[in-house]
T-cell receptor, first 115, second 116 residues
Framework: ETGVTQTPRHLVMGMTNKKSLKCEQH?????MYWYKQSAKKPLELMFV???????ENNSVPSRFSPECPNSSHLFLHLHTLQPEDSALYLC??????????????FGPGTRLTVL | AQSVTQLDSHVSVSEGTPVLLRCNYS??????LFWYVQHPNKGLQLLLK??????LVKGINGFEAEFKKSETSFHLTKPSAHMSDAAEYFC??????????????FGTGTRLTIIP
């Protein structure tokens, strides 16, 4: 397995469910990111972890809870979501947390549908 | 503050003809600029980036972009379109600094359709 992988690729959940998205990077990077991609809107940065510490939390509702147990894995725990949370959730990683310099490598995303 | 405007939400070109995807930016700092491509059901892939070196940047798959400071533009071009170029393209800006608090600001994307 190479690059950045995400599971599951598709997820349908009810508003009362609890689920988790998983991201794994096989590139030896030390920074990882969660983005939300909604139709007709720019990618929104949700969370950033650098060296397993959260360095960014862009006013994301508490129903989204990230976890970074080590530099290779990143989770996004979901609970009591709303239909407007339906989107493509993208994970990315980079070697170093300097957005202007370090290329970010993206996973294929998890397509989330909240009913 | 920084922002990106992709001037066309959808571009259609015939196979073998040139491609032009337009991007204008604003940034309070010297910018880094990127173009990413997203094929259906795939993640974003970096095409090319500008980080204050040569203003004409060559990327993968025959794409290139020119940084024009006076016009605050970073348009993406390719001399001859291939069917495999059909995808969504994102222009992205970030401050070029080492403070560790930079963010990528993404445009809303341009969907490129190639007509056989």
């Amino acid at each position: 397995e190479t690059g950045v992988t995400q599971t599951p690729r598709h997820l349908v959940m009810g508003m009362t469910n609890k689920k988790s998205l998983k991201c794994e990077q096989h590139l030896g990077h030390n920074a990882m990111y969660w983005y939300k991609q909604s139709a007709k809107k720019p990618l929104e940065l949700m969370f950033v972890y650098s060296l397993e510490e959260r360095v960014e939390n862009n006013s994301v509702p508490s129903r989204f809870s990230p976890e970074c147990p080590n530099s290779s894995h990143l989770f996004l725990h979901l609970h009591t979501l709303q239909p407007e949370d339906s989107a493509l959730y993208l994970c990315a990683s980079s070697q170093g947390y300097l957005a202007g310099i370090n290329e970010q490598f993206f996973g294929p995303g998890t397509r989330l549908t909240v009913l | 503050a920084q922002s990106v405007t992709q001037l066309d939400s959808h571009v259609s070109v015939s196979e073998g003809t040139p491609v032009l995807l337009r991007c204008n930016y604003s940034s309070s700092y010297s910018p880094s600029l990127f173009w990413y491509v997203q094929h259906p059901n795939k993640g974003l892939q970096l095409l090319l980036k500008y980080t204050s070196a040569a203003t004409l940047v060559k990327g993968i798959n025959g794409f290139e972009a020119e940084f024009k400071k006076s016009e605050t533009s970073f348009h993406l071009t390719k001399p001859s379109a291939h069917m495999s170029d059909a995808a969504e393209y994102f222009c992205v800006v970030s401050p070029l600094s080492n403070f560790g608090n930079e963010k990528l600001t993404f445009g809303t994307g341009t969907r490129l359709t190639i007509i056989p």
